[in-house]
């Protein structure tokens, strides 16, 4: 998948938080810290880690997947519990292609590919370098701009006893949140995706554009909860290669028909609906 070039995507948008966000980084080692610090840049300025994103974002098209399951064009395995390349077949395979000592990579990776599920090709797995990437997603300067400092506060929780469904003593902790209102650049990159692959994307963050979509903790608790916002969708491929490497060119590919190249995969796949 990746021993030649055929294209580069990058989608490029804006997460408009309109609760507060919670994505932790490890205890406070301040006397008077809180419990559960908000993640910082070495400057101070709270950011979203690109694991958080991609963590997120996967889970997400596996929930949908599992429920459009067209297999073997469109599903989604758990990657966990009952992963769609188990231990057990790469090591059977591994052997079927080792032959006097001498290993057919290529195809061990059409093997791990035929068998692999939709998430699996696009994010990765123990056995297959994911074609998308989650950069870390920093705060809008430009947006930022009428902000006043700090842009984190601290947020007080208790636990509760379920019996008298009231808060239960020394049981108090805290925990750090971004303002509602804050600004991240959000950008993934892709490669070597086919149209549907980016439209299938695509589509299953317009939950997200609805703002249906938490990120990071304590999202039950009306923390995480946000609207993204696309900018533009950027794409260098193989037969424009040298205009991007001297010029810069990149074409801009629109979000709608995209979309339908998924929608048109989708109704060509083969395979019964399962109810």
Request: glycine residues 8%; aromatic residues 10%.
């Amino acid at each position: 998948m990746f021993d030649q070039l055929k294209n580069r995507v990058i989608m490029q948008a804006r997460l408009y938080m309109e609760r507060p966000l919670a994505i932790g980084a490890r205890l406070s080692l301040e006397p008077s810290g809180t419990d559960l610090p908000v993640i910082k840049d070495p400057a101070g300025r709270p950011f979203i880690p690109g694991s958080s994103l991609k963590g997120v974002v996967r889970a997400h098209l596996e929930r949908l997947l599992r429920a459009l399951d067209r297999r073997p064009q469109l599903w989604a395995c758990d990657p966990l519990s009952n992963p769609c390349v188990p231990p057990s077949v790469k090591r059977d395979l591994v052997e079927q292609w080792t032959q006097e000592g001498a290993f057919n990579d290529q195809q061990f990776t059409k093997e791990i590919l035929d068998r692999s599920c939709t998430t699996c090709k696009l994010f990765g797995s123990p056995w297959l370098a994911g074609r998308l990437a989650f950069k870390d997603a920093f705060l809008d300067a430009r947006a930022m701009e009428g902000f006043a400092a700090p842009l984190t506060y601290i947020r007080d929780g208790v636990g509760i006893d379920r019996d008298l469904g009231a808060a239960r003593r020394g049981i108090k902790y805290d925990f750090e949140a971004v303002i509602p209102g804050a600004v991240f650049r959000i950008e993934i990159l892709g490669e070597n995706l086919e149209d549907w692959e980016i439209g299938l994307l695509l589509t299953a963050l317009q939950f997200w554009e609805d703002g249906f979509l938490p990120l990071g903790g304590k999202s039950t608790r009306g923390v995480g909860w946000g609207r993204l916002e696309w900018e533009e969708i950027l794409q260098v491929r193989a037969e424009r290669l040298l205009d991007y490497m001297l010029k810069g060119a990149l074409d801009r590919r629109d979000i709608q028909s995209l979309r339908e190249a998924f929608h048109d995969y989708y109704l060509r796949a083969s395979g019964p609906l399962n109810p």
